[in-house]
């Protein structure tokens, strides 16, 4: 989902793998000579941003060693899932109001899908955010490893999921990576 700290935890992973990293919305923006995501939206429409979306997923499934960070929306997309699952998929699982609050603290403007307007922006994000992953969830689930924001919060005896680091959430990406290795090669041998 937006804001689960896709881009942030995927630098920190790239650096940990000593792989090259990409963040999806990036290349996007550069492809558009620059214009942000959200002027994409507003220019072109999401069908046009989903299409780039595509083509950068394509581009990059021809790649190794590197660490995409890709849209919160490139799950809608089935031919999406076949280029992402060139590589192995990470789903970061974070409860949608600490998704709002972040989110709300640096605003929404770069996120189109998001409400803009004035007034109590934590809850129409919230709602927003509700409303995506009503949508979106099961595909979410469809990924390789899941790391679990509420899990490691558990692990660790942390009451608040908003206090765990990125660094601590990209060692949980790692691990749960590994798990989702072993239990591949348990089945090869089977
Ligand atoms: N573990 C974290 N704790 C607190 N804030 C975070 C954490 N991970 C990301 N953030 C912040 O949340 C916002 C969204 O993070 P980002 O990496 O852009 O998410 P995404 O790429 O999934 O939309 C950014 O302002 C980022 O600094
Ligand atoms: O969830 C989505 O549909 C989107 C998520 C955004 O990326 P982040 O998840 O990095 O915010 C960006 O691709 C676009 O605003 C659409
Ligand atoms: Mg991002």
């Known amino acids: ?19 090259s990293f990409s963040d999806c919305d990036t290349l996007i923006e550069q492809e558009a000579d620059g214009i942000s995501v959200a002027e994409i939206f507003k220019l072109h429409g999401e069908g046009f941003f989903r299409d780039k979306e595509t083509e950068v997923l394509r ?20 031919i999406n899932w076949k280029y992402m699952q060139k590589g192995i998929t990470v789903w970061l699982d974070v409860p949608l109001d600490a998704l ?29 955010l509700s409303s995506l992953f009503e949508l979106r969830g099961e595909s979410y689930a469809n990924a390789n490893a899941r790391v679990s924001l509420e899990n490691i919060a558990a692990k660790l005896g942390e009451r608040d999921v908003s206090n765990l680091t990125p660094t601590v959430i990209a060692i949980e990406a790692l691990e749960q990576i590994e798990v989702f290795l072993k239990e591949k090669e348990g089945h090869n041998e089977l």
């Not at 060693?65 to 890709?70: A, G, I, L, N, P």
């Not at 603290?105 to 709602?127: C, H, Q, W």
């Open 1 to 19: 989902m937006m804001g689960s700290g896709k881009t942030t935890v995927g630098k920190i992973l790239s650096q940990a793998l000593g792989y």
């Open 59 to 78: 581009q990059l499934s021809l790649m190794r060693c590197v660490v995409v960070s890709t849209g919160g929306g490139a799950v809608v997309r089935n």
């Open 100 to 128: 709002a609050q972040r989110i709300s603290a640096v605003g929404t403007g770069s996120r189109p899908l998001l409400p803009n307007e004035s007034g109590d922006i934590y809850s129409k994000t919230f709602m927003r």
